[in-house]
């Protein structure tokens, strides 16, 4: 048990704080304190010894050094039970101080400004003094109670009226791990900050990978009922995401929830034209563009509307009143993702009560130094987003028939859709929608075949996405047995002679992209 009989003060969030300082005035405790925190504590009649009364040394540099000075620390790192620190402790009239409570200034707040910050600005909301107290506090655990989080002043008044002045080493160890988490998420997110500020393009991929992440919830489960989970966010991200979305209606989003309302939302920003995905298990089953998001959602349902029962639905335009009825009046969807909605589509979506509703803002802003990091056991991978948009000039002819104009548009329309779809991925659109999907499979010829099936005799006419080579012609001459018309595909294969010569003779057009678009 550690018996407090110093404490030092220096809070930039002064929540709590009075109460907390008085309750440990009438324990006796003895307070030390900085500049804004001494003057606001005394204002309000807790009685305040200043730090620099206790140094001897002024505050300087417009308060950027407070309480760096050795009677200070020497008052916190000392062990109390280690006759040399003791002896030294003496030699030196450095007094303990038992109790730390800092919190830091404001970094992400005043970065997170709507209105903008400028860089020096930032440079100023950057802690020296409070870091190193909380460290220096949490390395000496067994000896001194640290608290960073205003949550924690009542427990650890009560515990120290309970136990007349004293901390159980269970709550100090606590208290301690709290700390490195903090000072380590507030160093990572100043890292982040100034990597964009300061390096631009310069070193996109850094010789360490910090990942800064803020608990949004505890989730009922992860992928299955046996595995616990929660979701945390990132900092600082502009685009569109999940982590800064509003949920408007429904019941608690799950660990599967949010990863399929992330591949819905994901898809839909790829899109300009009104644009409607139904998505199950992160594909998208179902999925068009049309002159308007109601006609573009029916076409979307009518791609598979039997899977299309229990999907997530991406929408990539605020919901009205007419799309709102259409949901309803059309099959069971668990979630949805928009930019926005109206009030009164909200009224009609709310009516179905565990539906989730999930606000997420404009799409159009995209963020290319944004990451995918994929986690494996014992490490991660990390790479660029694959936001490569072809356009026409990227295609390359390489059969006798060639596409027309609105036929290359509709292969682009595919490609986009089949970046989005699980290797090996086949996907077969007619009219800018899916009308059949073959996903994940172990070789290109059975996710040709169960594309094939599930278009449900719709594929004669359509066009074929692949999202990497065909390694035999095999998967060409099945396409031809059903009347695809034209084929989208990266080349590169060795046999690619073999497969443009099959497309010839079954008349199919073909392009190649010159690169895949692997999802794995």
Request: glycine fraction near 8%.
């Amino acid at each position: 048990m550690t018996k407090v009989k110093r404490a030092l003060i220096s809070v930039s969030d002064k929540e709590g704080i009075i109460d907390f300082t008085k309750g440990l005035e009438k324990l006796g405790i003895e307070i030390i304190s900085t500049g804004g925190t001494a003057q606001f504590l005394t204002e309000n009649q807790v009685k305040v010894r200043l730090v620099s009364d206790l140094t001897k040394f002024p505050e300087i540099l417009e308060g950027r050094v407070k309480t760096l000075h050795p009677l200070i620390f020497g008052g916190i790192l000392a062990k109390r039970n280690d006759p040399t620190h003791k002896k030294e402790i003496k030699e030196q009239q450095i007094g303990l101080i038992d109790l730390v409570v800092v919190n830091l200034y404001p970094f992400q707040n005043t970065i997170s400004k709507k209105e903008g910050v400028n860089l020096e600005k930032a440079i100023e909301n950057i802690d020296i003094g409070g870091p190193s107290l909380l460290r220096a506090a949490a390395k000496n655990y067994q000896d001194v109670v640290v608290v960073i989080n205003p949550q924690d002043y009542l427990v650890v008044l009560e515990e120290l009226t309970k136990n007349h002045g004293e901390i159980s080493l269970k709550t100090k160890e606590r208290l301690a791990v709290e700390v490195f988490e903090h000072t380590s998420f507030y160093d990572g997110i100043i890292a982040q900050y100034l990597r964009k500020k300061l390096t631009k393009e310069a070193n996109l991929f850094p010789p360490t990978l910090n990942l800064i992440g803020e608990k949004v919830s505890d989730l009922r489960y992860g992928e299955n009922p046996h595995q616990p989970a929660s979701f945390y966010k990132e900092i600082l991200i502009e685009e569109a995401n999940l982590g800064n979305a509003i949920q408007l209606g429904g019941k608690e989003l799950s660990f599967n929830n949010l990863v399929d309302l992330n591949a819905a939302l994901e898809i839909v920003k790829d899109f300009k034209e009104p644009t409607v995905v139904f998505i199950k298990h992160t594909n998208p089953c179902g999925l068009a563009s049309a002159s308007t998001i109601e006609e573009a959602y029916q076409k979307g349902y009518q791609g598979d509307s039997l899977s299309a029962y229990g999907s997530i639905v991406g929408v990539n335009q605020k919901i009205g009143v007419k799309l709102a009825d259409l949901i309803n009046n059309t099959t069971f969807v668990e979630a949805i993702v928009a930019p926005d909605f109206e009030k009164e589509a909200l009224d009609i979506l709310r009516q179905k009560k565990n539906r989730r509703l999930i606000k997420v803002g404009d799409l159009d802003k995209r963020d290319p130094s944004l990451k995918d990091i994929k986690k494996i056991i014992g490490g991660f991978l990390i790479q660029e987003l694959d936001l490569k948009d072809l356009n026409l000039n990227d295609l390359k002819i390489v059969t006798k028939r060639k596409p027309t104009k609105e036929g290359l548009e509709e292969l682009l329309f595919a490609w986009k859709v089949v970046k989005h779809i699980k290797s090996n991925a086949i996907v077969l659109t007619k009219d800018k929608q899916i009308v059949g999907v073959g996903a994940g499979q172990m070789s290109r010829i059975d996710a040709v075949k169960i594309a094939i099936s599930k278009s449900g005799g719709r594929s004669r006419g359509s066009y074929l996405a692949s999202d990497a080579f065909f390694p035999f012609r095999d998967g060409v001459d099945e396409a031809a047995k059903v009347g695809i018309t034209a084929i989208i595909q990266p080349g590169g294969s060795k046999r690619d002679e073999e497969v443009i010569e099959a497309a010839n003779e079954n008349n199919i057009a073909m392009v190649f992209t010159g690169i895949r678009c692997f999802k794995h």
